[in-house]
């Protein structure tokens, strides 16, 4: 049957009387006139040939024909509902929800954040700083922002930024220091570590001694903390050096908060991914946010 023959008000109709058995009912919630919801269903009915209602005295009941069509259009009329309804939401209520660490939130995204609210695709984002994992599966999070090494199973990864770590302190630690304090000076102040979850302690400080030719017996001792934000504190706060991520120091150095100790900077074995499903990519928003986190990552 072509679509042009479709009539949209009698399929309402007979779908309205066929679910309320009743004509009289099916006027009141299209809100027209008992006779009108009348025409409407025969009209149908001559377009298809057949009757779709048994009629008597004691009201009607539907013909096989009618118990045929009922279900394909309530099923119809559902999905119409719903999908209006999901794009009236998605145009006024739509959140993003994005799921990251405490410091690459503080430092990192919530910096740039303006530029994303700025930009065509901004829509609201809901941000769940969090250590523990969120899977990105549209539930827990759209997406996630992860410091790691892929791939993690059942999810798609592209690379934000490496990470690269370098001694930082405060400025009034640094002044005594002086210039360029060679590694083994370093070595006799207070290490702060951030003891990345999967890492030793003291690790990444070893990563750079190492690379400065610089052997480390036994244990590093020193400051520990979970959180690398908590460790960028304690090294503004003048408790120590903090073995700091550059990427993630950017403002700190900027505004004199933190001050690098040494030009010479290692490579972290983790780097920092923006991490989704495959099937998240049907929702353009999560693309949007995706493609934009990456363009920034590149501007570094």
Known sequence: MHRGS????????????????????????????????????????????RSL?????????????????????????????????GLIEQDTTQTLKVTTTPTFAAKWLIPRLGAWYASADGVAVHLDPTLSYLDPDGMEADIALRCGVPPWPGVEADLIAPIHLTPLCSRDLAERLGPSPSPDTLLQQTLIHADIEGHDLGEEWRFWFEDAGVPVPGDIQGLSFRDPSLAFQAAIDGVGIAMGYLELATQDLRDGRLVRLSERKVRHPFSYWVVYRKERLRDPSVVAFRDWVLAVGTQG
């Open 53 to 85: 209602f048994h009629r008597s005295n004691r009201g009607v009941r539907l013909t096989e024909a009618g118990q045929t069509l009922l279900p394909v259009l309530m099923d119809s009329f559902d999905r119409i509902g719903a999908t209006i309804e």
């Open 6 to 49: 479709l009539h949209l008000n009698a399929l309402r109709a007979f779908e309205a009387a066929a679910r309320h058995l009743s004509f009289t009912r099916a006027a009141d919630e299209l809100n027209v006139t008992h006779s009108a919801v009348s025409h409407q269903v025969k009209r149908l009915e001559e377009v298809l040939g």
